[in-house]
């Protein structure tokens, strides 16, 4: 790769020595010329930046791009001192400056004795903040990811030096070292000597690579520091981007080293969320750099110290990482059992991959009680769905082991056992009892969870992430008990206990858990409140009650191509807790029926009933189910089916749902009557809210009143409801009435009095519509109304167009009728429009300020 000078030679010659001829070659260096473009365009006085940690190649860059331009150089280190005598003696053309070695005044010394010079800082922190004070801005930068190899230039490198690589092989050597040009370089030094690709000279090659790294921090070349601090970056494997912070912040420079590995790449990205690491290849390296270049004493002091410095943070997954290692295991029980009430944050696989090894007699209660959180709680961070047979048994045999070490140590226990003990042996039952119900609750026990959790709530824990954890569970099964403004005081007394107590993970999840069942009431308040919050935590992938979250937002605000993508690449889980899951079959429904998927919507029902056959469920379960069963059967035509499905439904205490079901189905068998008799009584207690059911019950009124022929009650119906959605930003209970309801509630708000968000909120769902709607549903117009629609779209009027197609007026009309029918409209300015954005018409949509307004 070819290096400049070192500091002790450059310091002996002295500064007129450190003259660069440009007329000398970088021999034994790869040319890669589009790194060079950025410098070759500075001109006199002009200032460059080359950016990267060390073993990036930027001195290599350098030393190219003087070769390249036949300049002079002086390269300046932290001895250098500019004379009159030196300034007036030597004219450099370039000044490069070390700015990991220098300070700012000497940089800007050397500006000021040379300004026709172009000067080009070097380092590793970015561009120095002393020189942006002074005033000296970059006009040329070579950064970061842009000094990594490309595919290309491994083969070309590897060519030079007598080894033919594949697409494939170069490939796997990039992806091993992310292109980092002091590894790929040792990596093929390894090929050249083995004359032929070899994957073991990926270990050898890294292995060199940072013997390199560690024989220059060793000389003074870096900070030994901040070389600990990448051996414990690389035997901790991947680390939360917040964790690497806490450990860089060690001393001074290490932010700044650690900063400029990431911005080229040298740390990438983990499997886990916001978490990043060295590259396999490095990383193996490093691990083994951690072993050879610090005594066990030292490793065992960086690891507690970056354990203790994680845990005051709350980062105990990393915490748990740093100290891998069976030479480090005392250290890490001692977290485990220090930390046991907050590990809910460390993902399930990594607790059940700590205890793999584990002899059963190093496990305290609380351990115990920790394994079998990992494999049924759902509070635990990254838990896997759906949880085995096997693993629920295991479960309840790790509970009767902490069960029956909690007996032993009471039994064995001194009178003056300490307060903490016993507060700590009551906060392990607490948990016990919890996780028995979470079981109790999986298996349709639903009474016996609840008592279980009815007797721990009379007893809250003292830890707040405990009590945290217990409200949760105990709102979801009064949730699955049909109770849910109870389940929503639970909640947010969960919220207020991991806040206090420091889970903001916790606090999340209660705070999701409660917009959650929100789904289920309607205090449209409340829910935007939590669709307006933001959260210190990142959303668990693939957890249940993430996934429900995702699908009911996007119903909320109708947003259609989330709905089309959540509906593609995920399909319906049944796990504990169920009544989540069936609240994600609900709102998967909807999103089909609003997508006019009837058919693929049953058949989801029917996938979701399979797979409950092994989940008893309570009555306000089942009632999901019905009340989805029965609209899907009123979409697909069968009205008289959906009434038989509620008519034999069992009774409940909260008769909202299902009467705005039985009503949408009276609707379409046409008894109109009975909807108008039947549903403002049912909706009279929650019609102070003015919620989601408030709209959609004035929407069927206002249907039903069409029906009979009453249309100032029907559009009095529909300013109500389009005043109330407007308000409260709710939009999805108008698909529920179809597309046919819907067009007709538009045509007839469009010439209503409406103030100004009402006139907003109308055109919204004249956008949903046309884009459920009339994009969506196929249309076959004939060659002759095309024709006419293009002329019409031209501005022309229909007597013209008559006259140009050699036909009467009243033609062009009937025409036009059947041509506004096809695309679902009633006049010239809305065909014109739909028809553009279906690409009907040759030429763009017209522009939002030409279409047509409410």
């Known amino acids: 790769m070819g290096a400049r000078p070192s500091g002790a030679r450059r310091r002996r010659w002295g500064l007129c020595a450190l003259m660069y001829d440009g007329t000398i070659k970088s021999d034994g260096t790869l040319a890669r010329p589009r790194l060079l473009e950025p410098l070759l365009s500075l001109d006199p006085g002009g200032v460059g930046l080359v950016y990267g940690p060390r073993g990036s190649g930027r001195t ?35 000044i490069v400056v070390d700015y990991d070695d220098v300070a700012v005044d000497v940089a800007v010394e050397s500006r000021r004795a040379w300004p026709r010079a172009r000067l080009v800082v070097m380092t590793g922190i970015g561009w120095p903040a002393g020189l942006r004070v002074a005033g000296v801005r970059p006009d040329a930068v070579v950064a970061g990811r842009t000094l990594r190899f490309t595919r290309a230039e491994v083969q070309e490198w590897a060519a030079q030096h007598g080894v033919e690589l594949s697409d494939r092989e170069a490939t796997g050597i990039l992806d091993a070292t992310a292109g980092y040009p002091a590894f790929i370089d040792t990596v093929i030094q390894v090929l050249a000597e083995r004359g032929r690709y070899d994957p073991s000279a990926l270990a050898e090659g890294c292995d060199r690579a940072a013997s390199d790294m560690s024989a220059a921090a060793s000389a003074g070349g870096a900070h030994w520091s901040m070389w600990e601090t990448l051996l414990l970056t690389g035997h901790a494997g991947e680390l939360a981007t917040s964790a690497l912070d806490v450990m860089s912040g060690r001393d001074s420079y290490s932010p700044y080293s650690v900063r400029a590995m990431q911005d080229a790449e040298l740390l990438i990205v983990g499997a886990r969320p916001d978490t990043v690491g060295f590259p396999p290849a490095i990383r193996a390296a490093m691990r083994r750099r951690f072993s050879a270049d610090l005594t066990s004493d030292r490793q065992m002091e960086l690891v507690r110290a970056a ?21 480090f295991r005392t250290a890490l029980f001692e977290l485990l059992g220090e930390e046991w009430l907050r590990l809910d944050d460390v993902p399930a696989g990594m607790i059940r991959d700590l205890f793999a090894q584990v002899r059963d ?90 008592a279980r959790l009815r007797h721990c709530l009379a007893n809250p824990p003292a830890s707040d992430p405990a009590n945290a954890l217990l409200h949760i569970h105990a709102g979801l099964s009064v949730a699955a008990a049909d109770r849910p403004e109870e389940a929503l005081a639970m909640f947010a007394e969960a919220v207020a206990a991991a806040t206090v107590g420091g ?37 668990e992938r693939g957890s249940a009650i993430s996934r429900t979250l995702q699908f009911v937002r996007a119903l909320h605000s109708l947003d259609v191509d989330a709905l089309r993508q959540l509906l593609s690449e995920s399909s319906l889980v049944i796990d504990d807790p169920v009544a989540v899951a069936l609240i994600e079959m609900e709102a998967r429904v909807i999103a089909h029926q609003a997508l006019q998927r009837p058919k693929v919507a049953l058949q989801e029902i029917d996938l979701a009933e399979i797979a409950l056959r092994g989940h008893p469920l309570s009555v306000a379960e089942q009632y999901l189910i019905i009340l989805a069963r029965a609209e899907l059967l009123l979409d697909e035509g069968d009205p008289h089916g959906a009434l038989a499905l509620l008519d034999a439904a069992p009774p409940r205490e909260d008769p909202i749902n299902d009467a705005l079901s039985r009503a949408r189905v009276l609707l379409g068998l046409g008894r109109f009557e009975d909807v108008i008799a039947q549903l403002p009584a049912t909706l009279e207690p929650v019609a102070g809210e003015r919620g989601r059911f408030a709209v959609l019950a004035h929407l069927i009124l206002a249907l039903a009143h069409a029906g009979l022929g009453d249309q100032e009650t029907s559009d009095r119906c529909i300013e109500v409801a389009i005043v109330t959605g407007a308000r409260n930003r709710i939009v999805w209970p108008y698909v529920r009435v ?9 045509d007839r708000a469009a010439g209503l009095t409406l103030d100004a968000a009402s006139i907003a909120h109308l055109a919204h769902l004249e956008t949903v519509w046309e884009t459920l709607y009339a994009l969506d549903a196929p249309v076959d117009l004939s060659d002759r109304e095309l024709v006419v629609l293009e002329r019409l779209a031209n501005g022309e009027s229909v007597r013209r167009v008559a006259v140009e197609l050699h036909v009467s007026p009243n ?43 409410v």
């Open 738 to 746: 179809g597309s046919e309801g819907l067009r007709y509630v538009l």
């Open 811 to 853: 033609t062009v009309k009937t025409q036009l009728r059947t041509l506004y029918r096809k695309l679902g409209v009633s006049n010239r300015a809305d065909a014109i429009r739909t028809a553009r954005l279906r690409g009907l018409l040759v030429g763009k949509p017209q522009e939002e300020s030409d279409l047509p307004t």
């Open 503 to 539: 889970a903001p993970r916790l606090a999340a999840l209660a705070a999701d858990c409660e917009e959650l069942i929100q789904w289920t009431v309607d205090d449209p308040g409340l829910w935007w409140r939590h669709i307006g919050a933001t959260r210190n935590v990142l959303p």
């Open 307 to 327: 354990m203790g410095a994680m845990r005051d943070r709350g980062l105990l997954a990393d915490a748990i990482a740093v100290a891998d290692g069976d030479r």
């Open 60 to 94: 290599t860059v350098i030393r190219q791009w003087l070769d390249k331009s036949g300049l002079h150089a002086v390269w300046v280190d932290s001895t250098t001192q500019v004379s009159r005598s030196t300034r007036d003696s030597i004219a450099p053309d370039v």
């Open 361 to 450: 007699e190093e496990v305290s209660a609380e351990l115990w009680i920790v394994r079998a959180r990992a494999l049924i709680d759902t509070a635990q961070r990254d838990r896997a769905t759906p949880v085995a047979p096997r693993d629920r048994q295991l479960a309840q045999r790790f509970l009767d082991r902490a069960e029956s070490r909690l007996d032993k140590t009471a039994d064995s226990a001194s009178p003056q056992l300490s307060v903490s003990s016993e507060s700590r042996a009551d906060e392990s039952r607490t948990m016990i009892a919890v996780l028995r119900a979470v079981e109790d609750r999986s298996a349709g026990r639903h009474e016996e969870a609840e």
